[in-house]
């Protein structure tokens, strides 16, 4: 069973920086692209940023263009956001989300979710 | 990378048909045939219900059902059940790893 869990949510200061952490199992995580989606309370989906199986071609949205990071570790199974210069309008549940198809930059359905973590920004 | 464009609601009284659309550009949707579709029911995270346009998941009813003309994709259920009040979303990729999202459709059963 594919299983996607969030962590390092929490609620964090205007220009501050956060790093997300998203565990995988159930699944051959080095064949796969991984990506974030986020989703302001009472809102709709975001797309945030994406990175392909093995680590070599990444995308932002431009809301987060030049302050957030996608990596991951295939080794460790984990895909990581490193966001900084943290903005109210951040504040969301973010979703990392397991692409269907194997080794695939465009075909981008994403058939898992996690449960989500939330990121408050406030002061 | 700007949204898709969905109406914000749909409704319909119980058996009867509901099509929601997701219009895009030459760009996204009217570039690939890799529009894909998710159900929200509220405080659960989303679930894929559609992919390549017209591809159902293991366990999504046939009364859904989805299509692509131009730069236009539509959702279409047949036959609406209690259970098919939710969001609704589309997306579709936008060039490599790119993705984006309709605005979403909240689809209430009468």
Redesign the interface.
Known sequence: EVQLEESGGGLVQPGRSLRLSCAASGFTFDEYAIHWVRQAPGKGLEWVSGISWGSGSTAYADSVKGRFTVSRDNAKNSLYLQMNSLRPEDTAFYYCVKVGAVASKYNLYFQHWGQGTLVTVSS | ?S?LTQPPSASGSPGQPVIISCTGTSSDVGA?N?V?W?Q?HPGK????IF??VTKR?SGVPDRFSGSKSGNTASLTVSGLQAEDEA?Y?C?S?A??????????TKVTVL
Do not use: M, R, W
């Open positions: 990378q949204a690939y890799y894909s998710y929200q995270a989303p679930k894929l992919y390549e998941p969001d979303y997306s990729s060039g490599s790893n790119i993705v984006v999202f309709g605005g979403g």
